[in-house]
């Protein structure tokens, strides 16, 4: 016989019987009555059909509405969305699971972790065609959702409060207006395919999470926008404050409008840490003075506290805006180890394979590139390789078009910058135009700051190319900065700036110094119209600290020309382009700069 229970029943389900006999032939007979017990496992499964009749929500007879399956679920209870469309959404109970035919695995009895008895009736198949659900889905404590999308227009997809042990996976997110996700307090493993808006106040909010979340779009981490696109926010594309865990984005299009304050945020300054992973997006928003509302980057990261943020960024384009397209900076005791690696400031896309110096084309650039910034007792630890900047521009503020500077009075400031190219060959003031340089270090008043520059190629800067300045009264500090095989060339003259030259080392400042600095200069190849005799300069006037230059003789005691001489055969620069002004000491060591 057929046995089918109560819809949404688990436990041990009593069936009363007899047996009778009609009496043919022989007299009729019946038993006395007897029971059989049945055991109904869980989990409850509500099937949901969109294409069927209203039925009872069994697998064999289905409700046809998600509204239907929502009144009558409970906490540990699942819902199979067959592929279709559900006008509402659900909020989801305790340990609930709202899995779509969209999911993938070995199949429907594997995927929801049952072993039915033989003779049940078939499942359904999974791995076919995600249904969409047209309202919001909100998570609760240990709730799943899988297999399917969501598209909401001006309701939030996705929403969670403070709940954990939650996962998502499989799913997309489209809005108009709404939010694609909103999440505070949330937990747990969150992985989706795609998010897109249009228009939204803030594309994707994430407040106080924790665990893992990710967009994955196609997974080659490609800027190819299979990620989805939070486009024309009108306060922020994306903001993820006093987030844990690691939070990564890939094949993302991020745009903002006029009225917005900033681009994509991560903003921790609760402790903790936080994994920031973007790969492949592309982040544009609204230049001109008209813009007085974007008070942030396109892409920041900050850190305060004692929080520990580690941005890791591949592959990235950056486009036209008020201010940086990428920012960094620590402040408190926090700790930030920044990765900037094979991006475009103001290039065209490369939707490939991710390859260094990306960049055929200038491209909407932004007016300025990038800043990495401490403050406090932060530590901040960089690497910046293998990407293009062009574009940026004084006219719009930019004093460099990359900056690299300390504010700290402990902590340190120290890292790389590698391989990339500033400016583009033969464009007057691709690489900072109207009075800006190429690469401003700048140290703060004490702590450490520590940078290598080296295998770069900068040019088309209407000033300096690398300046290495003190820029605050009283600097105690340590700073070493290592220059090194970089090609320095093309610079844009335009209007004949002053001190243009293409390597400056001044620990100095006008009201005073006492800070021990270390320079390497080696390797470089200055070349083009820098100003007379200055290809490179050093300075020691205004600082009572010592300089120190690896490899020069004497080790103490030496005057300009001898430094100079040092200089210009460490250098491919050309005799009488080294200007060196002796203030300070400037003494020679038997090795290299720490």
Request: aromatic share 6%.
């Amino acid at each position: 016989f057929d046995f089918d229970s109560t819809p949404g029943f688990t436990g041990t389900a009593v069936v009363n019987y007899t047996v009778a006999d009609d009496g043919c032939p022989g007299p009729a007979a019946t038993s006395a009555p007897a029971t059989i017990s049945l055991t109904v496992s869980g989990p409850v499964i509500w099937f949901v059909n969109s294409a069927g009749a209203a039925g009872n929500g069994t697998l064999s007879s289905p409700f046809n509405t998600l509204a239907a399956a929502a009144a009558v679920d409970a906490a540990n209870h699942a819902i199979f969305l067959y592929t279709g469309t559900y006008s509402t959404g659900i909020t989801l109970n305790t340990g609930e699971l709202l899995i779509g035919q969209g999911a993938t695995g070995a199949s429907f009895d594997a995927l929801f972790g049952i072993t039915p008895p033989s003779g049940t009736i078939a499942r359904p198949t999974i791995g076919g065609t995600r249904p969409t659900v047209q309202g919001t889905v909100a998570l609760n404590a240990s709730s799943t959702v899988r297999g399917l999308n969501l598209t909401t227009g001006a309701a939030t997809g996705l929403s969670g409060g403070a709940v954990v042990g939650v996962t998502v996976n499989e799913v997309s997110v489209t809005t108009t207006t709404g939010t694609t996700v909103t999440l505070n307090g949330t937990g747990g493993a969150l992985s989706f395919t795609a998010l897109t808006s249009s228009g939204a106040s803030t594309g994707l909010s994430l407040t106080s999470t924790s665990g893992s979340f990710t967009v994955t779009g196609d997974g080659t981490g490609r800027a190819n926008g299979s990620g989805g696109s939070l486009s024309n926010s009108t306060f922020a594309a994306m903001t993820a404050l006093n987030s844990t865990g690691t939070i990564s984005l890939n094949s993302m299009n991020f745009t903002i409008t006029i009225a917005a304050n900033h681009g994509v945020l991560f903003d921790n300054n609760a402790g903790g840490a936080l994994a920031g992973n973007i790969a492949g997006c592309t982040f544009t928003g609204v230049g001109g003075a008209a813009n007085v509302s974007q008070n942030k980057s396109m892409l920041q990261f900050e850190a305060g506290g004692s929080a520990n943020v580690t941005p890791n960024v591949q592959n990235s384009f950056f486009f036209n805006n008020r201010t940086y397209g990428f920012v960094a900076t620590a402040a408190g005791t926090s700790i930030m180890n920044v990765t900037l690696n094979q991006s475009g400031f103001g290039t065209d896309v490369n939707t490939g394979a991710p390859v260094n110096q990306p960049g055929t084309t200038i491209t909407n650039a932004p007016p300025f590139s990038a800043l990495v910034s401490t403050g406090s007792a932060a530590q901040v630890n960089y690497n910046i390789t293998n990407n293009t900047f062009w574009g940026a521009r004084g006219l719009d503020g930019a004093l460099y078009a990359v900056t690299i500077s300390g504010a700290s009075t402990s902590g340190s400031l120290n890292g790389v910058f590698n391989g990339n190219k500033i400016g583009k060959a033969g464009v007057l003031g691709s690489g900072c135009a109207n009075n800006c340089a190429g690469l401003g270090l700048l140290p703060g008043t004490g702590g450490t700051f520590n940078a290598t520059v080296s295998n770069n190629d900068i040019r088309q800067v209407n000033a300096m190319a690398v300046n290495f300045v003190n820029s605050v009264t009283g600097a105690n500090g340590t700073s070493i900065g290592k220059f090194i095989n970089n090609t320095i060339t093309e610079p844009d003259t335009t209007g004949a700036p002053l001190f243009q030259r293409g390597i400056i080392v001044t620990p100095g400042n006008s009201g005073g110094a006492t800070a021990n600095w270390c320079a390497q200069i080696t390797g470089n190849t200055v070349s083009g119209a820098w100003q007379a005799g200055s290809f490179i300069r050093v300075s020691t006037l205004n600082t009572t600290g010592v300089l120190t230059l690896p490899g020069l003789t004497p080790l103490s005691g030496a005057t300009g020309p001898q430094i100079d001489t040092f200089i210009e055969v460490a250098n491919a620069i050309g005799a009488g382009n080294s200007n060196a002004t002796v203030g300070g000491a400037i003494n020679g060591s038997g090795s290299p700069c720490p």
